[in-house]
């Protein structure tokens, strides 16, 4: 689950030019851009999605390794993003986001009893 909320964070961070597409050094993702909408994929097998919606952020899924589809929807108050999630097996998730200069502090806790902080930073990664 950390992977999942590690990479929405750090993809509604990027900012790129519509219809754009890129890929990042070693294995990363692979990613196409509209208007509206990211895709993105990499060698192993991984995808996903992301809409924007106004302040609403909807992403869809899947993890190759465990085999899971997940969904995560997220709405935006200012430097606040809160966000909630569902994978196939029928784990849960809810945390938030607080953009504070160049990080982003993300806190969430799952339905299996898990909780986490990643701290992101623009310069040095997450960590």
Sequence with gaps: MRQLVMGS?????????AQAAFTLP??????????????????????????????????????????????????TYGRLQLFTGI???????VGTSRRIGWNVVSRFSSSKGERDRVNCNRMIGCQ
């Design 26 to 75: 070693g294995d990363a993702m692979r990613c196409t851009r509209s208007a509206t909408l990211v895709n993105c994929s990499d060698r192993f097998g991984n995808h996903y999605g992301i809409v924007q919606q106004g302040s609403d952020t909807l992403m869809r899924g899947f993890d190759a390794i465990s085999g899971q589809r997940w969904a995560q929807t997220s709405t």
């Design 9 to 17: 964070v750090l993809l509604l961070a990027c900012a790129l030019p």
């Design 87 to 93: 994978s196939s097996n029928g784990e849960l998730w």
